[in-house]
């Protein structure tokens, strides 16, 4: 797995366990089980620590950042609108254009494996969206860039 390096001196994964420790309650429980989904789901995720504190796992761009406030752990996919989600896990952030996100409470459970198809799908999309050449203003196909 790689690891982001910080100003600390600490690595991105270094900071993300000591958060999930300090929190010491069911927010760091819940954020450590979904961090193992997403490193399950994706062996290759690089763990990033960005925005003055925030948990970001990434894989050819944003996957999902892991926030935790008092009442809940919030996951939010950045392209989550994009994604299918049958098993509606997505509960928070349903009215914007791009993000989604699931909030988990206190004693709720997320289907372990919608979770790791959701990190999936958003990898795929993630991916796809680097190999397409991009078009220029008439349409046409604009050559790779070398």
């Known amino acids: 797995m790689k690891k982001s390096d910080t100003s600390q001196g600490q690595s991105a994964s270094e900071l993300i366990s000591k ?5 010491g309650d069911w927010r ?3 954020l450590g089980r979904m961090r193992k989904l997403i490193k399950e789901a994706d062996p290759d995720v690089v763990e990033e620590w960005k925005w003055m504190g925030t948990p970001v796992w990434s894989h050819d761009g944003i996957l999902c950042t892991g926030e935790s406030y008092k009442d809940k752990v919030k996951l ?3 392209k989550g609108a994009s994604l299918k989600d049958p098993a509606r896990l997505f509960n928070a952030s349903l009215d914007g254009n791009a993000r989604r996100a699931i909030d988990i409470h206190e004693g709720e459970e997320v289907d372990e494996s919608a979770f790791k198809a959701l990190v999936r799908q ?3 999309l993630n991916s796809s969206g680097k190999s397409k050449p991009s078009r220029d203003r008439t349409g046409e196909r604009a050559p790779p860039r070398t």
């Open 28 to 30: 760091g429980e819940t």
């Open 19 to 23: 958060r999930i420790a300090e929190l």
């Open 76 to 78: 939010t996919f950045a």
């Open 122 to 124: 958003a990898i795929d």
